[in-house]
């Protein structure tokens, strides 16, 4: 029963999970870029710390998840 569910159940909601995961990503750290009067571009980056958590949970889900299987990474993308 259990190899039944590791080898035809589970895959098929982990694959549905990525794909959910992927199309709800949190956005990673926003920048502005600006040019100054001389003409330098200068970066300003916006804090939102809840964001950012958020966004490195994600990340690190999927790259578990990738890990659980790299073969059905490929379908996702």
């Known amino acids: 029963m259990a190899s039944r569910l590791h080898q ?23 920048v502005l870029l600006t040019i100054d009067e001389n003409g330098e571009v200068e970066e300003e980056h916006f804090e939102d ?10 990340r690190e889900t999927l790259i578990y998840l990738t890990n659980f299987d790299p073969n059905s990474m490929a379908v996702v993308i």
């Open 8 to 30: 035809e159940v589970y895959p098929l909601i982990l694959d549905q999970v990525k794909v959910t995961m992927i199309d709800f990503m949190a956005k990673p750290k926003e």
């Open 49 to 58: 710390t809840e964001t950012l958590y958020l966004y490195e949970r994600m």
